[in-house]
């Protein structure tokens, strides 16, 4: 091999392993690299490895662990442009097994392995010396990683992935950031992310991110409950919360400006005009309901500003969201945790309950907003699909 390889351009270092008890068959390649192939001395380097790659049986976790060993030497001398070549024909079949390995695993290294047949088994047109190529091997390794990573929602890791690895695939990237950005609430780089291939990825990525740089509220609604549904299926329970609290707050002044008719919010720089709206609301018979309304504990509303629970017992007062009630409610009994894992640092339990409760309830305010189709279709699942698909071309 090494022959070979002198012949396609010059050799700058050698590295050769042996086991103590070859030490002079290693000395005597030395020599024979110097003197047939005018390597100088000084190039080469002799490094033992364990006796027990001598042992039988050998163990597979120690031939590993000592190519390794090889490659952290190796690096030292090698340049980014330089080429690492692997005599992939030379030593015990499991160390031939370790640079095989080694060569199909590492992808930020240039690394070749090569292969020498034997001059008496060679058919025409098969070459003496030839480098084995295992990126398909690679490949489908990191394919499974990013896969695990996009299962997750963890877009940065995907990207992070996908570039230090062996696969190009820039529309794959492009929608991996396009992933991380929108789960991000960045629909402005989202955009910017896949601007780039407008002719080749799909317009309906296009047309949702429109949506939401405009403000759409309902292509936003949509957005934030598949990103709830997402931290909750990760296990990120503290944060698909939070996030879904702010979901039902928004949802609720929705309903109440957009089905009860009223400009309210919980913006305490609108509160003198809000409490106006709610007061002259129905000729005053809302602002009635308001003041002998009863909260669970027995206590009256607070009707000096607007709060989600003033919101609240409006929907109870109106006829046209009277029955959209409950499930706020069945949010709203998960508002202290919320308030106690923001502001206590406290922990939760029964996360599989709250999780099922939380994610039925707001299905169900959903369902009086958006269509049943945009529902059922998880629009980062069919993204992660979609990467996954780019990914194999």
């Known amino acids: 091999m090494a022959k070979f390889l002198v012949q396609q351009q010059p050799i700058k270092r050698v590295l050769l392993l042996y086991t103590g008890d070859f030490q002079q068959r290693a000395i005597d390649t030395k020599d024979w690299l110097g003197s047939e192939l005018q390597i100088a001395e000084e190039a080469i380097h002799l490094e033992v490895v364990s006796r027990e790659l001598s042992a039988d ?18 690096k030292y001398h090698q340049t980014a442009t330089d080429w690492l070549d692997l005599n992939g024909s030379s030593g015990t079949p499991v160390m031939k097994a370790a640079w095989s390995i080694l060569q199909a695993i590492e992808t930020r290294r240039r690394l070749r392995l090569w292969q020498v047949r034997n001059p008496q088994e060679i058919r025409p ?19 499974q990683g990013i896969q695990q990573q996009l299962d997750s929602y963890d877009y940065q890791g995907a990207e992070i992935s996908l570039k230090n690895s062996s696969i ?12 991380k950005y929108r789960l991000a609430r960045n629909y402005h780089q989202a955009f910017d992310a896949i ?25 936003l609604f949509r957005d934030i409950y598949f990103q709830v549904v997402g931290l909750f299926t990760v296990g990120r329970y503290a944060e698909a919360l939070i996030l879904a609290m702010s979901l039902y707050e928004n949802l609720l002044q929705y309903f109440v400006q957009e089905k009860v008719g009223l400009e309210v919010t919980t913006d305490a720089r609108d509160r003198d005009q809000s409490l106006n709206l709610l007061q002259r609301h129905d000729q005053g018979r809302l602002w009635q309901y308001l003041r002998s309304y009863q909260r669970k504990n027995g206590d009256r ?6 709060t989600r629970e003033l919101l609240l017992a409006v ?19 998960y508002y202290q945790q919320r308030n106690n894992v923001v502001h206590q640092l406290a922990g939760l339990a029964k996360v599989e309950d709250m999780q099922e409760e939380v994610l039925n309830a707001l299905k169900q305010i959903l369902s009086k907003v958006l269509p049943q189709e945009q529902l059922s279709l998880n629009p980062f699942k069919a ?7 780019h990914l194999s071309r």
């Not at 190529?133 to 489908?140: G, I, K, M, P, S």
């Not at 509303?301 to 607007?306: G, I, P, Q």
């Not at 993204?383 to 698909?389: D, G, P, S, T, V």
């Open 125 to 143: 047109g098969q070459e003496r010396v030839f480098a084995v190529d295992l990126n398909v091997f690679r490949q489908a390794l990191d394919r």
């Open 168 to 179: 190009e695939a820039p529309l794959a990237l492009a929608l991996i950031r396009y992933g």
């Open 195 to 219: 601007n780039p291939y407008h002719t080749e990825i799909e317009r309906l990525w296009f047309q949702e991110i429109a949506q939401l740089r405009q403000n759409n509220r309902h292509a």
């Open 301 to 306: 509303l607070f009707l000096d500003t607007v």
């Open 383 to 389: 993204l992660n699909h979609l990467i996954a698909e």
């Open 57 to 74: 049986p050998i163990n597979p976790v120690i031939a590993v662990q000592e190519a390794k060993r090889a490659l952290t030497l190796a």
């Open 315 to 333: 929907l109870q007062y109106d006829s046209q969201t009277m029955e959209l009630a409950p499930h706020f409610q069945q949010i709203e009994a």
